[in-house]
């Protein structure tokens, strides 16, 4: 039994649709944690100066 040359054709593009949705997905997960980790970084610093702030004015 043959397999048509157009079964093979589909199935290879679904296994390179398959491998491009991967790894666009990886790369939109890492693009999200980056933002997440600097929007993160931004908030710590605004507590800190919070803090800062906050002790600054009960020790005067």
Do not use: C, F, H, N
């Not at 890492?30 to 702030?53: P, S, V």
């Amino acid at each position: 039994m043959t397999i048509p040359i157009w079964v093979m054709a589909v199935a290879a593009g679904v296994l390179i649709s398959a491998i491009m949705a991967v790894k666009t997905g990886k790369e939109e997960r890492r693009m999200e944690e980056e933002i997440i980790e600097r929007e993160g970084d931004a908030y710590m610093k605004r507590l800190e100066e919070e803090k800062a702030r906050r002790t600054g004015s009960m020790e005067v």
